[in-house]
Nanobody, 127 residues
Framework: VQLQASGGGLVQAGGSLRVSCAASGRTFSNYAMGWFRQAPGKEREFVAAISWSGGNTYYTDSVKGRFTISRDNGKNTVYLQINSLKPEDTAVYYC?????????????????????WGEGTQVTVSS
């Protein structure tokens, strides 16, 4: 699976942004999809995951209520809607894919759970 993230940019605090990740190469609906982020000087951290059907999602606690992950299997694309942006959301956002028909859970918060990774898209939030 090839993954290409896009949609990052410079946004003021309090604003919103939607980043996208287009997949190709395999049957998209066979894969759970996820988002991670890596801030300068920090380790990559899990953000959100969505099941193959889109019916189940899982978020890290720090983004619940502000971030929404969704997918369009017809377009082979997963999205991350980010609202009420904060300067601490500044990071490179990466999408990932895992061959799984299960429900996202704490296991999906580990980088090792994921099979494929895309190049990231930079999100910068100004205060």
């Amino acid at each position: 699976v090839q993954l290409q993230a896009s949609g990052g940019g410079l946004v003021q605090a309090g604003g919103s942004l939607r980043v996208s990740c287009a997949a190709s190469g395999r049957t998209f609906s066979n894969y759970a999809m996820g988002w991670f982020r890596q801030a300068p000087g920090k380790e990559r951290e899990f953000v959100a995951a969505i099941s193959w059907s889109g019916g189940n999602t899982y978020y890290t606690d720090s983004v619940k209520g502000r971030f929404t992950i969704s997918r369009d299997n017809g377009k082979n694309t997963v999205y991350l809607q980010i609202n009420s942006l904060k300067p601490e959301d500044t990071a490179v956002y990466y999408c990932a894919a895992a061959f799984s028909n299960g429900r996202p859970s704490i296991a999906s918060s580990r980088s090792s759970w994921w099979d494929y990774w895309g190049e990231g898209t930079q999100v910068t939030v100004s205060s």
